[in-house]
């Protein structure tokens, strides 16, 4: 049906709401930030347009760029995270009963229903000295020691509990925690839509399980992987609740020094040099991506 | 299926595949002897592929057990079994090129490097491929990418080759090539294959000896000459080619004769049979469409002869198929070759003929 592009009615119709959408609620903000990015501090909310580059110049001095550099370890880290464990459980839905298939799927998609600020003070009472995970180590703790107490030995002189929060640890854990739906889904679909002969086809021709893994199940579902990988990653890079209520003093990331340059430091010219440089970051990540997903689709899935 | 167990490759001892409530594959006792080309022939859902792939692997019987080469298959992996299959969607693996692909099965098993070219490049000669080696699958046509699969599998050097419907996405033309094609690649690398598919012809054509499956059970196990001329049922007599099937019962049987008293026909003289009923039970009497000649002037002496309306004909170039309807109700099915260019006139509709037939060419086909 090509007859719609025939009827600039129906065309203004079905495409004036979407770009109203995107002209209002993303190119003006995103345009004045920009402008923003290039301007200079005169008051306390005044700002002048001077297109000056000192706030570029600034980003770029190695304090920013070593946390802009540690944001990318830690949201690498995470997604990395994300994708190890996330290929077992997409694998496992898709090869579940078709009964079960969608039970599954709900509980991967289940956290969305509650907001993630609640979800990531929830793991706050999981991972504090006082938290759900000390209790049960505690409670290890005591039997052992009990257990070794038989023998005249001691575990030590009282229970000193696992400091499990404001560490890096914890900010990786929570973005795990937050992003790993978004990296099961497309991983998900992926393996769902493979033809299981290319898997029989391997063990058949005397590959084990692993090997099948690695020859032939990643190769083919790899673009899946890729969007999960970008998807979780992207959001990573810009978190900045999670490293403010996980984090110690030494895992702030890029999104907390954004944040505070808005709000307690109010600089909001370097705050928007410093989102444009995060951007340009996720842009040429994203490039990266298209370039080497292009490179694999030619010839690599046929219709 | 009393054949000698020396020579059986493969032994299907009182298989049963349950799947929940369904039963896929009932009680099957199967031997495949070494060398010969197998068929398992039925339409879907008779357990055909079910069977395969418990021979593959993929599947484990729910009860008894398969022996491949002398040895117990149960509880054996796939990817140590002495088979290689080729699939019905071929799954040539798409990131890979078609050396790779062939190459694949031996390097996952360890095979010396400078083994693998050498045995790439027969199996791909084997199959027509030599030039074909770096080409992508989305670059290969279909006919082209199931030669990739069989090279693939082949290479292997399996001591029993799998095919899953090998030839179902392929056009009429290819399918009939390839036909020819599977059976000479056979002959010559004289390894068994056992083959899956729903289409007789193909069934006919191309195996030694055909397994004809109905709803799990294994029907008749013969060559194709006899499944064809002797039918062991009626679903194999009706499943395998044409047939023109009448319904009558036993007037007179002992071991000098025969005699069907059949509705629209009168009674029918056949020879003793000793399998048929007994005197007063219904049965079956069949004739096949090639074995009736049809008359424009009386029939010779001998046959059994009715005089028919043609109703209807279908010219196939080669042969024509005639439909008659018989003056005493049933309608008759009738092939003829088109053997003389000739031949003034062809038979045409509305005309009146003799249709004849020896009585020896009649099936007598129990309940």
Redesign the interface.
């Known amino acids: 049906m090509e007859n719609w592009r025939k009827h600039p009615l129906v065309f203004w119709a079905f495409s004036l709401p979407p770009s109203f959408w995107l002209i209002v609620f993303f190119f003006v903000p995103l345009t004045l930030v920009w402008g923003l990015s290039f301007s200079e501090k005169r008051g306390i909310i005044e700002t002048e347009l001077t297109f000056t580059l000192d706030n570029y110049l600034r980003g770029l001095e190695p304090i920013y760029l070593e946390i802009l550099w540690k944001s990318i370890l830690l949201a690498g880290g995470a997604t990395l995270i994300c994708l190890v464990v996330g290929y077992p459980v997409a694998f496992a839905i898709a090869f579940a009963s078709e009964r079960w298939k969608p039970w599954l799927l709900l509980l991967v998609i289940l956290p969305f229903w509650i907001n993630i600020l609640i979800r990531t003070y929830a793991l706050i009472a999981v991972f504090r000295s006082r938290g759900y995970v000390n209790f049960a180590y505690e409670d290890l703790w005591t039997a052992a020691n009990w257990l070794v107490g038989l023998v005249g030995l001691s575990l030590g002189e009282r229970f000193v509990p696992l400091s499990l929060l404001y560490n890096n640890v914890a900010v990786v854990a929570g973005i795990v925690y937050a992003f790993f739906p978004f990296m099961v889904l497309p991983l998900y679909a992926n393996i769902e839509k493979l033809?299981r002969?290319?898997m029989?086809?391997?063990?058949?021709?005397?590959?084990?399980h692993w090997?099948t893994f690695f020859?032939?199940v990643f190769?083919?579902t790899w673009q899946g992987a890729l969007s999960g990988i970008v998807i979780v990653f992207i959001p990573a890079l810009g978190a900045f609740f999670i490293p403010d209520l996980l984090g110690g003093t030494d895992s702030q990331m890029i999104g907390n020094v954004i944040e505070r340059q808005f709000k307690s430091a109010n600089d909001w010219p370097f705050g928007a040099a410093l989102s444009f440089l995060l951007m340009y970051a996720t842009f040429f990540a994203l490039a990266l991506r298209a370039l080497v997903a292009g490179r694999?689709g030619a010839?690599?899935?046929?219709a | 299926m009393s054949d000698s167990r020396s020579d059986a490759i493969i032994q299907i001892q009182g298989v049963t595949k349950r799947f929940g409530e369904v039963t896929a594959v009932e009680r099957v006792d199967l031997d495949i002897r070494a060398g010969e080309f197998f068929a398992l022939l039925g339409p879907s859902g008779c357990g055909k592929t079910t069977l395969l792939r418990m021979l593959a692997g993929f599947e484990q019987p729910s009860d008894g057990r398969i022996l491949i080469g002398g040895q117990d298959m149960t509880g054996v992996q796939p990817n140590h079994r002495p088979v290689n299959m080729v699939f019905q969607s071929y799954a040539v693996f798409p990131h890979m090129t078609v050396f790779d692909n062939v190459a694949y099965g031996l390097k996952v098993v360890g095979t010396a490097r400078g083994e693998i070219r050498p045995r790439v490049e027969e199996a791909l000669a084997m199959v027509q491929l030599e030039d074909y080696g770096s080409r992508k699958p989305d670059q290969l046509s279909g006919g082209q990418r199931q030669r990739v699969a069989l090279a693939r599998a082949l290479v292997k050097r399996p001591k029993v080759l799998l095919l899953d419907e090998p030839l179902s996405a392929l056009d009429a033309k290819l399918r009939e090539a390839m036909q020819l094609e599977l059976v000479r690649l056979q002959h010559s690398v004289g390894i068994t294959f056992v083959i899956v598919t729903h289409d007789q012809d193909e069934a006919l054509s191309m195996a030694d000896r055909i397994a004809v499956m109905q709803d799990g059970h294994v029907r008749q196990v013969a060559d194709p000459q006899t499944l064809y001329e002797y039918p062991s049922g009626r679903f194999v007599a009706d499943f395998i080619g044409k047939m023109n099937l009448f319904e009558g019962r036993v007037a007179a049987s002992d071991a000098t004769a025969l005699a069907v008293e059949v509705e629209g026909l009168g009674r029918i003289e056949l020879p003793p049979d000793g399998q048929a009923p007994g005197a007063g039970q219904p049965v079956g009497i069949a004739v096949r469409p090639e074995k009736v000649e049809l008359f424009r002037k009386a029939p010779p002496e001998g046959s059994v002869a009715r005089r028919g309306t043609v109703a209807q004909v279908a010219y196939y170039g080669d042969v024509s198929y005639v439909f008659l309807d018989l003056e005493d109700g049933p309608s008759l099915n009738a092939t003829v070759q088109n053997a003389d260019r000739a031949a003034e006139p062809y038979f045409t509709k509305g005309e009146t003929l003799w249709a004849a037939w020896n009585p020896n060419d009649f099936l007598v086909l129990g309940e």
Do not use: I, T
């Not at chain 1, 029989?200 to 084990?208: C, K």
């Not at chain 1, 010839?299 to 046929?302: E, F, P, R, T, W």
């Open positions: 033809d002969s290319f029989e086809a391997s063990l058949d021709l005397g590959a084990g090997r020859s032939v190769p083919l694999r010839g690599a899935l046929d």
